[in-house]
């Protein structure tokens, strides 16, 4: 998901936040959801769809006020409905608006000690929970009520709440899933990405830092570090896939990070090869540092309709059997008669790929080597990532070899998790790669994994 909250009287919050959402939608296509605050009154509007199908003119003239918050969804846990879209709004003790990025894993427990103390839900999604527990506090401050909050939430939240007077923001103590914060004229705003504030014309400042609550108001920002987090965990797949290329995470910009991801795969997997072609959009970066490293030549030898979402109407068993090109053409002129790299970020069910190695022979390609710029995820992501079940993922329990096999490759090899710390100049105690690795950075949770799947 993707989150933004802003604080900003005199200008117009609910289009700062319609574009900020616009600037987000890569993480999040299924809903979309803006709440505003005036007078001490909360108004919020969210729906199913992507941010320009949910908002118009009209809409965000509706929503006025000095400060806002914004939401899109990616599911993982509860289902896709218009119960499950956020921003979440309760009004138990304290009247909240709640936009929430991440996965929590003590669901069962805290869900089961609010149903007791008789609090009731609209929704199955994990968000609310949060809300919950901040909407019923006694505490008499929601900065209080948060600080009380981190202590007892386990999981990933990048969490962005306001109140009747201010947009409260914090990171879970293991800082997970991302969130930036950044200034706008004097005011301040948060941001799951700092491509967000690019648009709005916002200045990125910096992380909000693991276990911290950032709190803004009209006079400006007043922070606590409410956890002292033994490490921190940012997921490195934001590295990988999931963040936009012109997004800075951990002091980096993305776009860079993935060339280097490109160029140390040369290194550790070169092939002898006419050309190096990228799976758009997602290889583009680490082809073209492939094809740097390599000194091999570099072409566009597959189309992608960009307007292909999550949402999009699935083509049915007869368009299929066709063999619907729904996402992918690829283009002779370029391929044919040659001995092809295909680069691309990742391999989850292999099912894309192994659709983008046919097509690519079907256009005449004599050679199809894979290069992934990621090592082989072969672990369900508990965070907040769609990782799939590990039965589905082609890596589980196959080799390179037997996994090139059922992709019809003619080789395949995957980043090296140091290549990537390499890549990204991190360090490796400070991510999360639970999904390559297997070692979840919360306590318990490998053994919990391992006993799940055994
Ligand atoms: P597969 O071959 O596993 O079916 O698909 C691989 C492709 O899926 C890669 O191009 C990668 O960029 C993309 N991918 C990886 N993770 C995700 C995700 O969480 N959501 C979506 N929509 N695509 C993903
Ligand atoms: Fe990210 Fe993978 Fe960790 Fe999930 S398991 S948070 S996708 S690194
Ligand atoms: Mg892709």
Redesign the pocket.
């Known amino acids: 998901c993707g989150v933004f909250g802003i604080v900003a009287p005199g200008r117009e919050v609910s289009r700062l936040t319609y574009f900020a959402l616009y600037a987000l939608q890569h993480r999040g296509q299924e809903s979309a959801g803006i709440a505003t605050q005036q007078g001490g009154h909360i108004m919020a509007m969210r729906d199913q769809g992507l941010v320009n199908q949910v908002f118009d003119e009209s809409k965000l003239r509706a929503l006025q006020g000095d400060m806002a918050l914004g939401h899109v969804r990616y599911s993982t846990t509860g289902a896709n409905s218009w119960e499950n879209t956020q921003p979440v709004w309760r009004s138990d003790k304290r009247e909240i608006a709640l936009a929430h990025n991440g996965n929590l894993v003590n669901v069962v427990e805290l869900h089961t000690e609010l149903r007791q103390a008789g609090v009731t839900f609209r929704s199955t999604s994990d968000s609310e929970i949060i809300a919950a527990l901040l909407s019923t506090h006694e505490a008499d401050t929601i900065e209080d009520a948060v600080v009380d909050v981190l202590q007892r939430v386990e999981g990933a939240y990048s969490t962005v709440v306001m109140t009747k007077d201010r947009v409260v923001a914090f990171r879970d103590p293991l800082g997970l899933r991302p969130l930036s914060l950044g200034m706008i004229g004097d005011t301040y705003c948060v941001a799951s990405e700092s491509c967000a504030f690019d648009i709005i014309g916002a200045k990125f400042l910096r992380d909000v830092q693991p276990g911290e609550v950032v709190s803004i108001t009209e006079k400006g920002l007043q922070t606590r570090q409410a956890v002292e987090s033994p490490r921190s965990a940012l997921c490195v797949f934001e590295h990988i896939?999931?963040a936009r290329p012109d997004s800075r995470l951990g002091g980096r910009v993305i776009q860079v990070s993935r060339g280097r991801m490109g160029e140390i795969l040369a290194r550790e997997a070169p092939v002898e090869a006419d050309l190096v072609i990228p799976?758009p959009d997602?290889?583009g970066p680490a082809a073209r540092g492939f094809a740097r490293a390599s000194g091999l030549p570099q072409d566009d030898g597959l189309i992608k309709n960009r307007y292909v979402a999550?949402t999009f109407i699935q083509p049915g068993q007869e368009l299929r059997k066709h063999g619907l090109r729904l996402k992918f053409n690829p283009l002779p002129e370029v391929v044919a008669g040659k001995r092809i790299v295909v680069v691309?970020?990742?391999?989850?069910?292999?099912?894309?790929?192994?659709q983008i190695v046919q097509m690519l022979r079907d256009a005449g390609a004599t050679e199809v080597h894979m290069r992934i710029s990621a090592p082989p995820i072969k672990h369900p992501c508990h965070y907040g990532?769609?990782?799939s079940t590990r039965e589905e993922m082609?890596a589980h329990n196959r080799t390179e070899a037997e996994v090139a096999a059922e992709l019809g490759a003619d080789s395949l090899a995957y980043l090296s998790l140091e290549g990537v710390y390499e890549a990204i100049d991190g360090e490796r105690e400070a991510h999360c790669d639970a999904c390559f690795s297997g070692v979840y950075p919360l306590v318990g949770e490998s053994a919990k994994d391992a006993f799940e799947h055994a």
């Open positions: 896939y999931f799976v997602s290889g999550r691309d970020d990742s391999i989850v069910r292999g099912n894309t790929t192994r990532i769609d990782m082609i």
